[in-house]
């Protein structure tokens, strides 16, 4: 995020593309770091509804981190989320790299 504000910086009028390709990079990585945060926050309430399981037993259905709601009151479920997060930073990458490539191909101007 702080190299596309850096390389930016050399443009007095960006092109169209180049704007196009900074939004959809930092919107999909902001996405993806604001929905990690939001699951790093979720782990706690998620550890507390684990089942204790004796020694040698399988773990339960209950046991599946993946399978688990974010917390008590949304009944949204864990795995869900973690693969939304990686596949906004893998838009995020795909964008970026077309932002490099545009930047590539118009040179990038000094002022």
Known sequence: MAAIGLLLNNFKTPSDDLKKYTFFSLLFFGASIIIAAWLLSALPSIQQGLVPTKEGEDGNDKNDVYMANLYSFV??????????????????????????????NHGIKHE
Do not use: D
């Open 75 to 104: 009944p949204l479920r864990f795995g869900r989320f973690t693969g939304l997060v990686h596949t906004y930073f893998l838009f995020g990458i795909v964008s970026f790299g077309f932002f490099v490539i545009e930047l590539l």
